[in-house]
């Protein structure tokens, strides 16, 4: 068994990753103290951070599990904060999703013995095939992500029933139709294996 390498720890990756938790943490203080202006600010810079770990670390040959699954977490609650905050309707039912595709890539990465990522580029489905190629560093995935944050920021700042919502709501529904396939490919991976 591999023992844990506590260096990882203090990987610069793994450095941005606290200073991610720390602006998210500041960004629902802000929040709560009624500071909408700050909430955005705070979290948009999380977001920013979040496309600037993961390619710090592979620059800096400083890929871990730890590193992958830190930033997942991050990501996810991240995640679930800005739908919980946002106030859209169905913000329970992408909450549910998201949260159902962190534990199906999850176990993905862990099965397959493989990032994630890696293992979703080689399904069969070629729009999935080409939002995670290269590693979703590709205008596809792109548009997605920014469509997934924005967004939920133009709900949170009421600004939901605009044109605003109609200009993101296509990327949007991309990024959950591929999060709701993770969840399928996962269920696939662990009924073959259940199966044999």
Same mark, same amino acid.
């Given at each position: ?29 802000? &929040? ?5 202006? /700050? ?22 040959? &400083? ?9 997942? /977490? ?16 169905? !913000? ?22 493989? &990032? ?25 995935? !792109?548009? !997605? /992500? ?13 600004? /939901? ?24 490919? !996962? ?10």
């Amino acid at each position: 068994m591999d023992t844990f390498n506590w260096r990882v720890l203090t990987y610069p990756s793994s450095v941005i990753d606290y200073v991610r938790v720390v602006l998210l943490c500041a960004g629902v203080f802000s &929040h709560f103290q009624g500071n909408a202006l /700050g909430f955005v600010v705070l979290v948009t810079l999380s977001s920013v951070l979040d496309m600037v770990d993961g390619a710090l670390a592979r620059r800096l040959g &400083h890929d871990s599990r730890f590193g992958e699954a830190f930033d997942f /977490g991050i990501d996810i609650v991240t995640h679930t904060v800005l739908w919980t905050f946002s106030g859209f309707p169905f !913000a329970p039912v992408m909450i549910v999703l998201e949260w159902g595709a962190g534990f199906s890539v999850l176990y993905l990465s862990v099965r397959q013995g493989d &990032h994630w990522k890696n293992v979703l580029v080689q399904m069969p489905v070629k729009l999935v095939q080409r939002y995670f190629a290269n590693r979703q560093r590709n205008w596809l995935a !792109a548009w !997605a /992500g920014v469509s997934h944050f924005v967004f939920r920021m133009v709900w949170y700042l009421g600004y /939901g029933e605009t044109w605003l919502n109609d200009v993101f709501l296509p990327g949007i529904i991309l990024f959950e139709v591929v999060t709701a396939y993770m969840i399928w490919i !996962a269920w696939r991976v662990w009924s073959l294996k259940r199966d044999v």
